[in-house]
T-cell receptor
Framework: AQTVTQSQPEMSVQEAETVTLSCTYD???????LFWYKQPPSRQMILVIR??????QNATENRFSVNFQKAAKSFSLKISDSQLGDAAMYFC????????????FGKGTKLSVKP | DGGITQSPKYLFRKEGQNVTLSCEQN?????MYWYRQDPGQGLRLIYY???????QKGDIAEGYSVSREKKESFPLTVTSAQKNPTAFYLC?????????????FGQGTRLTVV
């Protein structure tokens, strides 16, 4: 079965510091996409960043970057220069576009940002 | 503006009642999904549909039903058979042309049993 595991239920970071959220997944597929979603207190899900499994280069989006280790099936999210607005639930998700064509989500990490 | 609209934002259900959550999208997406979110549980898939008039059960379909009569609409009915329906429900859609496309989410419906 395909699974996504986020081992950190809660994390905390000081404003302007860097924090890394962990995600591991289990699959036998070779081509797939990985995503990080942010869910702020408004509960609106927002895509933060995506990574294709075939690309060795780690994706970056402004202050957000990933460390993708395909062999280890690891997909961590690094947030640099943390801002108060980064406080949210962060979900790692995986999609291989198979017959189900759906995203499989981890349980999420709650990130707090201290001023 | 393109997007997904869920209604209502808050919904209260009495014991034994069926209730229907609305989800409409104008993104021309083929695939639509319903997720349930409980504290500490992440998002769990209830039903999904990849094409009109076809849908598939997800991981926790018991006590729920859906229809997909139009591409734009994917309503979810929470039946009286669902014993613990209090939760936050999210609807999403995505393009099936490539699985690289992310899912777009509605703003959710908070369902409470009273």
């Amino acid at each position: 079965a395909q699974t996504v595991t986020q081992s950190q239920p809660e994390m905390s970071v000081q404003e302007a510091e860097t924090v890394t959220l962990s995600c591991t997944y289990d699959t036998s597929e070779s081509d797939y996409y990985l995503f990080w979603y942010k869910q702020p207190p408004s509960r609106q899900m927002i895509l933060v960043i995506r990574q294709e499994a075939y690309k060795q280069q780690n994706a970056t989006e402004n202050r957000f970057s990933v460390n993708f280790q395909k062999a280890a099936k690891s997909f961590s999210l690094k947030i640099s220069d943390s801002q108060l607005g980064d406080a949210a639930m962060y979900f790692c998700a995986w999609n291989y576009g198979g017959s189900q064509g759906n995203l499989i989500f981890g349980k999420g990490t709650k990130l707090s940002v201290k001023p | 503006d393109g997007g997904i609209t869920q209604s209502p934002k808050y919904l209260f259900r009495k014991e034994g009642q069926n209730v229907t959550l609305s989800c409409e999208q104008n993104l021309n997406h083929d695939a639509m999904y319903w997720y349930r979110q409980d504290p500490g549980q992440g998002l769990r898939l209830i039903y999904y549909s990849q094409i009109v008039n076809d849908f598939q059960k997800g991981d926790i379909a018991e006590g729920y039903s859906v229809s997909r009569e139009k591409k734009e609409s994917f309503p979810l009915t929470v039946t009286s058979a669902q014993k613990n329906p209090t939760a936050f429900y999210l609807c999403a859609s995505s393009s099936q042309r490539t699985y690289a496309t992310e899912a777009f989410f509605g703003q959710g419906t908070r369902l409470t049993v009273v």
